[in-house]
């Protein structure tokens, strides 16, 4: 899915404060997803999860070229594919400041 959920929403709000604070400072937004589907499935679904992120970002009044987007599929798992539980964690978008 590429809903962002009520609960991550105090986070990502304290996430752009930190990027307006500081002039210099950028965001990288990396989508991820499970194993489950096809390569061309997981790296559009990894895509539209980092998308809905920089869409919320930009809705919070961070400027869209202060905001990079990654996204990788199925290629960088962090957890095994094989459990629900680890699936489960692999179902992310991760954040780096740059």
Avoid: C, W
Avoid at 18 to 38: E, N, P
Avoid at 66 to 83: L, S, V, Y
């Amino acid at each position: 899915k590429t809903e962002i959920k009520d609960e991550y929403k105090p986070y990502l709000n304290n996430m752009v404060k930190v990027v307006l604070g500081h002039y210099d400072l950028r965001i990288k937004v990396t989508g991820h997803t499970d194993a489950v589907g096809s390569d061309i499935y997981n790296v559009d679904l990894s895509q539209r999860r980092a998308q809905a992120i920089i869409d919320y970002f930009v809705s919070q009044g961070l400027a869209r070229d202060r905001i990079q987007i990654e996204f990788k599929g199925e290629k960088d798992p962090i957890a095994d594919n094989e459990t629900e539980a680890g699936k489960q964690l692999n179902r992310r978008v991760d954040f780096s400041f740059i």
